[in-house]
Structure formats: C-alpha cells, structure tokens
C-alpha cells in the first residue's frame, strides 16, 4: 500500500527555538496535507493544512511547505513555547480505500524545554 | 459547535468479550472514521460510513464491525476481544466524502483488554 514517512520519530528544542518535521509520502495523486497536533489524552488535532496547489501556507508560528516533485511536505513551528509539546502527525490524502482517505505518519514527539 | 463526542472514555474488558462504542460526530458531518491507535502501529484505519453506509474498510478482522445511524452517529463493535486489541479507538468526522475534507477526531475510547 502506500506510504507516509516521518521524521525525526522525537525531537528536543529548547523554548524559544524553531522545530522542522519532515514527511515524504508515495502516492503521486495525493492532494491534500494536514497535519494534527496530538496531546496527552486527547485526540488528533488538526493544526495546518496545505493542498497541492499551493506551496507554502502560514499561520502566526505555524508553516507548512510542499514540494509536489519531491513528494514531501514539512512542518515548521518558529519560537517554539512548552505548550507546544506534543506529538505531531502528518498525513497526505489516499484514494485507494483499504488504508482510508488519509494515510498518516508515526508521528514526531516534539519536546519544547523551558 | 460541539466537537466529536466519543464515549465512554476509558473501558476494561476481559479476553473473549465484545465491546461497543459510541460516536457522535459534529452536527452537519455525514462522514464517519474509525481508527485504532497504538505506540507499534501509530494510527491504522478500520472504516469509514457515510449515509449510513459503510464506504471503506481497512485491513481488519471480521471481529471489527461498524455502524451508522440516520443522524450519523456511529457505533463500532469488537467481538471475542483479543489481549492485542487493546487501543485508543479514535473516531473522526468530516463534513463529506473523501481525503480532501480535514477530520475531526474525537478524544478517543481507551480499551484495555485483561
């Protein structure tokens, strides 16, 4: 089936640093990049989107950039705070059925030290 | 507007049980997913309903079983449940059909099965 991957699986910056979180994905026909921000206990959510037709999208210390050759996409959170700790999720949408609309990656636990 | 409801919260089985729960989407989304998530297997789909009609399946045994009702509330069953299918079951909600839609995940249903 197809593929998202993601890295780094952890990452530790100290507050006030920028955080990049790398995901490459496998199916050419792909259109549509979310990313969710997952805290303890709760579920999934969604942070930032991007689609294909756009190649970068901000929002206040939150981008996004999508590079459609290349197949990845990445997060990047700017002067980061504690409260940004969390794990974090991208995931490109899929039309093959058995894997869902949206394939995911494992995840990157992001660290933010005070 | 009220996010996706799941319930109940957290729920202890023994081998061999089946459990049901519960998922109430965000009012106007007629889509429904369900995911199981686990620290091996991050997050891996188990179906999608949309007007009460089961639109994808993932890779799961025929013990995983769903529904949906007329107001979109969706239910999912696990039979003879195993000491392996003990997760966090996440439901999600998007106002259409297909990838292109963010989802809305509820906070999830903790499972652990003894």
């Known amino acids: 089936g197809e593929n998202v991957e993601q890295h780094p699986s952890t990452l530790s910056v100290q507050e006030g640093d920028s955080a990049v979180i790398k995901c490459t994905y496998s199916?050419?026909?792909?259109?549509?990049f979310p990313w969710y921000k997952q805290e303890l206990g709760k579920g999934p959510q969604l942070i930032i989107d991007?689609?294909?037709?756009?190649g970068e999208k901000k929002d206040q210390r939150i981008a996004v950039t999508l590079n459609k050759t290349a197949k990845h996409f990445s997060l990047h959170i700017t002067e980061t705070q504690p409260e940004d700790s969390a794990v974090y999720f991208c995931a490109a949408s899929y039309y093959g059925g058995s894997q869902g609309n949206l394939i995911f990656g494992k995840g990157t636990k992001l660290s933010v030290k005070p | 507007k009220a996010g996706v409801t799941q319930t109940p919260r957290y729920l202890i089985k023994t081998r061999g049980q089946q459990v049901t729960l519960s998922c109430s989407p965000i009012s106007g989304h007629r889509s429904v997913s369900w995911y199981q998530q686990t620290p091996g297997q991050g997050l891996q789909f188990l179906f999608e309903y949309f007007s009460e009609t089961q639109r994808n399946k993932g890779n799961f045994p025929g013990r995983f079983s769903g529904r949906q009702f007329s107001n979109s509330r969706s239910e999912m069953n696990v039979s003879t449940l195993e000491l392996g299918d003990s997760a966090l079951y996440l439901c999600?909600?998007?106002?259409?059909?297909?990838?292109?839609?963010?989802?809305?995940f509820g906070n999830g249903t903790r499972l652990t099965v003894t």
């Open positions: 999600a909600s998007s106002p259409i059909l297909g990838g292109e839609s963010p989802l809305h």
């Open positions: 199916d050419s026909a792909s259109n549509y």
């Open positions: 991007i689609r294909s037709n756009v």
